[in-house]
């Protein structure tokens, strides 16, 4: 018996087309970065912020960094 390999790609594709439906960790995971830049950005109020500030200072999620 041999492993059958399969490209990523076709892995994330829906169930209709063959896939397995599976999430793209790596588009998924810079979408969450993306959402929690943004609300550390625009919340004025947050527990969560509050520590990210203390520890990083208060330009933390104000710098031009690209999400890759």
Do not use: H
Request: aromatic share 12%.
């Amino acid at each position: 018996m041999s492993i059958s390999w399969v490209r990523w790609e076709n892995v994330c594709k829906p169930l209709e087309e063959g896939g397995l439906w599976i999430k793209d960790v790596k588009n998924f995971n810079n979408a969450l970065l993306a959402k929690w830049k943004w609300r550390l950005m625009n919340d004025e109020k947050g527990k969560w912020k509050d520590i990210l500030v203390s520890k990083y200072g208060s330009e933390i999620g104000r710098s031009q960094t690209r999400l890759k």
